[in-house]
């Protein structure tokens, strides 16, 4: 059987269905049916979460927009899969969930001219954003961009970038990972994140780093071989000074450099290149030490190699992933 090709108006109809579950999910009156049905019409076909998906991030970029302007109609015109097409899904969500134009969005700041999604598999992908900032992604990393006209936005929503960002004082680059965020005019630096934290290292320029970006305040500044750490729940990022050995920037040679961690320390590291977390059995264990350099595309195998330089042996646990244990220390003779 020949696969069924949806026609325009079968688009126009997910679209809007999309974007008014978009906004219904974000109601917080929006109820637990409300909630089923929606999963049932999102797991109904690919196509269905495709489209959400597309919305979902749209409003995550948008996420200055002034609640009084969201609505729960839809626009009798549909939105057309073209404009989809030619101005990207954020046009669609202006027209779909906005009583303004596009054009008076921009114009207040509130939505893009342009979206960009991008994705690294397994290797480094080397990125030319629009403003012309350079940008390279690591193994399994995904990152959006969206230009406002206050200022240019880079979500890292996993993995880690390396920026250089083209200089432009009256329209600055905000990079927003986790629950924070890295404000800059024109810089080289680097964004690590795995789950809910975040290290940021600088090589040249100046940048703002926030903890917590919905929390007022300009945020630290950094200067040339300083880095900020922070996680979610963290008032103020963690400030140091990297020196001249510092790993950070080993992964744009394919490396991940492991410099005497404990394991606590070295697990997030590892366990950003892989599908299924390691997990340490207890604290005594996460207090081992581990070290090396290891080849980023072989991270699993650094995995098993560990009880052959560790005093450790692995198991599973109930979700199938892995768990480092000690192995029990021999009594001392007398």
């Known amino acids: 059987m020949s696969e069924h090709i949806l026609s325009e108006a079968e688009y126009d109809a997910i679209t809007q269905a999309a974007a008014q579950w978009c906004m219904r999910l974000h109601e917080a009156d929006c109820s637990d049916a409300e909630r089923l049905a929606f999963q049932q019409w999102h797991d109904a076909d690919p196509v269905h979460a495709f489209e959400y998906e597309a919305m979902r991030e749209i409003w995550e970029v948008a996420d200055q927009l002034p609640p009084s302007t969201l609505t729960s109609s839809v626009p009798s015109k549909p939105v057309r899969r073209r404009a989809w097409q030619h101005y990207g899904v954020a046009a669609a969500i202006a027209l779909c969930a906005l009583p303004l134009a596009a054009y008076s969005g921009w114009e207040l700041g509130w939505l893009p001219s342009s979206y960009e999604r991008f994705e690294a ?5 080397h990125l030319t954003l629009a403003d012309g900032s350079q940008v390279e992604l690591n193994l399994g990393s995904t990152l959006v961009y969206s230009n406002y006209k206050h200022q240019r936005r880079a979500i890292l929503k996993k993995g880690e970038a390396f920026f250089e960002v083209s200089h432009d004082s009256s329209h600055p680059f905000v990079v927003k990972a986790a629950s924070g965020q890295i404000k800059v005019t024109g810089t080289r630096f680097n964004v690590w994140m795995y789950q809910d934290q975040v290290r940021v290292t600088l090589l040249q320029g100046s940048v703002l780093v926030t ?11 950094l200067e040339p071989g300083m880095q900020a750490r922070y996680k979610a729940g963290d008032y103020q990022p963690q400030i140091s000074q990297t020196y001249s050995n510092d790993s950070s920037l080993a992964w744009r040679s394919g490396k991940l450099v492991l410099d005497n961690l404990s394991l606590h320390e070295a697990l997030p590291l590892i366990n950003r290149y892989l599908d299924n977390p390691v997990q340490v059995a207890d604290s005594n264990t996460g207090k081992i030490r581990v070290g090396g350099i290891y080849n980023t595309r072989e991270i699993g195998s650094l995995l098993t190699s560990l009880p052959k330089v560790l005093p450790v042996y692995l198991t599973r646990n109930r979700d199938g992933n892995p768990v480092i244990n000690s192995l029990p220390q021999s009594p001392a003779k007398n």
């Open 121 to 125: 598999g397994d290797s480094v992908r």
């Open 211 to 221: 903890s917590d970006s919905a929390a007022p305040g300009e945020g630290f500044r």
